[in-house]
């Protein structure tokens, strides 16, 4: 029987609220190598992995299932410092001190996060991010040349723009952004972010405590979703 058993410190769950500015449902899956927690709209992928190394105690045979994270999060306040995760594919049970919860799950459907190969390569200290993501305008215009990058938002009476020189892997791409959803991924920002780009699409993805966030964003609707 597939299953996974985890206990962890709650904290390490806090990046869940930057999921459900995403989506209401998320995919947990959970392998020998940790948990991958995927959240998904028309425009936005976000991914939440915690590694193994990141638990008290860890172990599991593989497990996947469908949750309304708005539940899940209500759950969590309740938890103390640590709890303990059970989960198979049909249920998952929380548990801290003399707390016990059973959640209800939904059908699982993962959705496809595959690697792709990125044009451009940029680093953005988070302060830096935060600065773009609070840049005035429905979308941020993102122009690379060579070795430096461009953010800039324009309206009827203004014009902002910030220029960055810490370009990885240089390419001449040429995108534009929902401010939205830069906005949401500025607030899970702690330190870096790598902006990785293609014409049509942009990956942005950060570290967090035991393990790494990662958001996919396209100017258009997904066609997998």
């Known amino acids: 029987m597939k299953a996974m058993k985890a206990t962890l410190l709650t904290r390490l769950l806090l990046p869940l609220d930057n999921v459900q500015h995403i989506a209401k449902v998320v995919n947990v899956q959970a392998t020998t190598d940790g948990i991958s927690i995927?959240?998904?709209n028309r425009k936005c992928i976000c991914l939440l992995n915690l590694t193994k190394d990141a638990f008290i105690d860890y172990t599991c045979t593989g497990a996947s299932i469908g949750l309304d994270l708005n539940t899940f999060r209500n759950i969590l306040?309740?938890?103390g410092p640590t709890?303990?995760?059970l989960m198979s594919d049909t249920h998952i049970t929380v548990e801290s001190d003399n707390c016990c919860?059973?959640?209800n799950v939904n059908h699982c459907?993962?959705?496809s996060l595959s690697e792709r190969v990125y044009d451009c390569v940029v680093h953005v200290p988070s302060k830096t991010?935060?600065?773009v993501a609070n840049l005035s305008g429905?979308?941020?215009h993102i122009s690379c040349r060579g070795d430096t990058v461009e953010f800039t938002s324009k309206g009827p009476h203004y014009s902002s723009s910030i220029v960055l020189d810490r370009v990885v892997k240089p390419s001449d791409i040429v995108l534009d952004v929902d401010t939205h959803y830069m906005s949401i991924i500025a607030k899970a920002v702690n330190k870096t972010a790598v902006l990785s780009m293609s014409p049509g699409s942009i990956r942005v993805?950060?570290?967090c405590e035991g393990g790494h966030m990662v958001w996919h964003v396209s100017p258009h609707e997904l066609e997998y979703l």
């Open 205 to 207: 993805e950060c570290g």
């Open 138 to 140: 429905a979308t941020v």
């Open 38 to 40: 995927v959240g998904s």
């Open 129 to 131: 991010f935060a600065r």
């Open 77 to 79: 306040q309740q938890m």
């Open 83 to 85: 709890m303990t995760i």
């Open 109 to 111: 459907v993962l959705n």
């Open 101 to 103: 919860v059973e959640v």
